[in-house]
């Protein structure tokens, strides 16, 4: 009865997690990759897929709170594509101003050629 227990507590704590966005990333990255000329969900080999794709850059899109997983992800894809890696940090609340904080301090330090954008809801034509 445990490991149900334990798996149901981790389900809600993804939901809660999620729950807490205004809206979903994916409409965040197409939004900010038709802006810069990129493609969408490129599948890699071994089926990860960089969130967006342009001439010079491969791009992860995360929430603030993640800061941390963008920035292996957007290493790792850059090394698969052989384009520069870049993050789009989606900025949904004040809160996210200490992520954003956070990410360029760590990038400016020990990856400074990392790129770092961001992405807001007004940006979607939506708020």
Not at 21 to 45: A, F, M, N, P, R
Not at 49 to 75: M, N
Request: net charge positive; charged share 30%; aromatic share 10%.
């Amino acid at each position: 009865m445990r490991p149900l227990l334990l798996v149901i507590s981790l389900l809600a704590i993804a939901f809660e997690a999620n729950a807490k966005t205004t809206h979903h990333e994916k409409e965040y990255q197409k939004v900010w990759c038709e802006k810069s000329d990129g493609i969408t969900e490129v599948v890699l080999q071994g089926k990860s897929r960089v969130d967006c794709l342009t001439l010079t850059h491969a791009v992860e899109v995360e929430f603030g709170r993640k800061w941390q997983e963008a920035i292996g992800q957007a290493l790792y894809y850059a090394k698969k594509t052989g384009r520069a890696p870049g993050i789009v940090l989606i900025m949904e609340g004040k809160e996210d101003n200490k992520y954003l904080s956070r990410l360029i301090y760590t990038v400016k330090k020990n990856y400074p050629f990392i790129r770092v954008w961001t992405i807001r809801p007004k940006d979607l034509g939506v708020e």
